[in-house]
Structure formats: structure tokens, C-alpha cells
């Protein structure tokens, strides 16, 4: 079975500050990871995602996450936060050896203080 | 641009009234899903088809069905909607280079939801 989890509900960072949205995550076999955003009554849009190859992943909006294999971790930072990325952020894993598609996790809420 | 549009934002119901939840895509995607976002339980996977008339059970789907006709319209149905299933309903597809759940490798393109409500 896959699972991830997102320890955190909500997070506050102050504008221009660096920001950290934790994850982690259980599969049997490789990973496929993604993060997601979903800004007030709007859908979820896609971020980043990690497959294969360098552990850094950019994505949209200038967020990036680093997988961690030994950690089976997979956060989501940016090094200066805008009162714009205040929003709820999804963080999703399925095994790629697997048949069962994204597992998401609970979501945790970012708040960005003026 | 992309576009998946779901025709109601806000949707009030009664017990026991039949609900159709209708999405339409506009990028001729071989893959629809929908899911169910809760607080506290993040999204969670009811169906999903891979292609016109094909259907699967994702994670939660007793209590609904869907429908796939057309390529571009996947709908969901509350045959006897119950208060439990007051909730923010959420339609993506994806491009076909995989069919199912392998697919959800590339990213899904969501519509921006129609909240739900079951009196």
C-alpha cells in the first residue's frame, strides 16, 4: 500500500522569509511524487513532480521540493515567500511499480504574513 | 490553454434526490477521474475512466456512479444523495500515454470544483 503524509495542517511564514511545506511518504517500490496547489475556490494545479534522475525538482511559481530517498521525504521549499502563495498545498505519491494511481495527502494550509 | 469545466459551482440538494455532477474537458483526454476533497482527509478517488463507456472504482465509490458517453464529458452520479456526501467535488483528466492509474505519472488538470451540499 502507498500512503504520504503532511505532517502539518498550517504553516506561517512571513513574507520574503524562506518557506517549508514537509512530506513524507511509504511505498513498496520507487516513488512518483507530486505537489499540488489549490488556491481559494479554484481547482488544484499542477506544481512539480519527481520521477527519476536529479533530487531537485523546480516547479511553478519559483517552488522546488527535494526528494530524499533515505528520509523518504519530499518537501516543498522556496527561498522567499510572497503573500500570493498563500494557499492549500497537496502533497501526492504513487509506486511506480505499482496499479493503484495518486495517493494524496491531507493538505496543509500556507499562510503568508504581510 | 487547458480547460475542464464542471456546470455548477454550488449545488444545494435534498435527501434521497438523484444528483448529476457533470465535467466536460476541452483537450481530448483519454483519462477522467473524480474525486471528493474533505478537510482534514484530502482528496480522495471515487472513479475514474480511461475511455469512452470504461469505468473504474477508485478508493470510495459506493453511494455513486458515473457515466462516460463522450470522450469530453465524464458525469457523476448520487443515485440517492445522503448527507454524508456533502462535500467539494473535484473532475481532472490527463493526457493518454498510460490508461488508469498508471496515468496520474503526467499531471492532472482539475476543474475548480462544485461544492456540494445534501440537506
Known amino acids: 500500500a502507498q500512503s504520504v503524509a503532511q505532517p502539518e495542517d498550517q504553516v506561517n511564514v512571513a513574507e520574503g522569509n524562506p518557506l517549508t511545506v514537509k512530506c513524507t511518504y511509504s511505498?513498496?517500490?520507487?516513488?512518483?511524487l507530486f505537489w499540488y496547489v489549490q488556491y481559494p475556490n479554484r481547482g488544484l494545479q499542477f506544481l512539480l513532480k519527481y520521477i527519476t534522475g536529479d533530487n531537485l525538482v523546480k516547479g511553478s511559481y519559483g517552488f522546488e521540493a527535494e526528494f530524499n530517498k533515505s528520509q523518504t521525504s519530499f518537501h516543498l521549499k522556496k527561498p522567499s515567500a510572497l503573500v500570493s502563495d498563500s494557499a492549500l498545498y497537496f502533497c501526492a505519491v504513487r509506486d511506480a511499480g505499482g496499479a493503484d494511481g495518486l495517493t494524496f495527502g491531507k493538505g496543509t494550509h500556507l499562510i503568508i504574513q504581510p | 490553454d487547458v480547460k475542464v469545466t464542471q456546470s455548477s459551482r454550488y449545488l444545494v440538494k435534498r435527501t434521497g434526490e438523484k444528483v448529476f455532477l457533470e465535467c466536460v474537458q476541452d483537450m481530448d483526454h483519454e483519462n477522467m477521474f473524480w474525486y471528493r476533497q474533505d478537510p482534514g482527509l484530502g482528496l480522495r478517488l471515487i472513479y475514474f475512466s480511461y475511455d469512452v463507456k470504461m469505468k473504474e472504482k477508485g478508493d470510495i465509490p459506493e453511494g455513486y456512479s458515473v457515466s462516460r458517453e463522450k470522450k469530453e464529458r465524464f458525469s457523476l452520479i448520487l443515485e440517492s444523495a445522503s448527507t454524508n456526501q456533502t462535500s467539494m467535488y473535484l473532475c481532472?483528466?490527463?493526457?493518454?500515454?498510460?490508461?488508469?492509474?498508471?496515468?496520474?505519472?503526467?499531471?492532472?488538470?482539475f476543474g475548480s470544483g462544485t461544492q456540494l451540499s445534501v440537506l
Open positions: 511505498v513498496s517500490g520507487n516513488p512518483y
Open positions: 481532472a483528466s490527463i493526457p493518454v500515454w498510460d490508461r488508469g492509474p498508471r496515468a496520474t505519472n503526467e499531471k492532472l488538470f
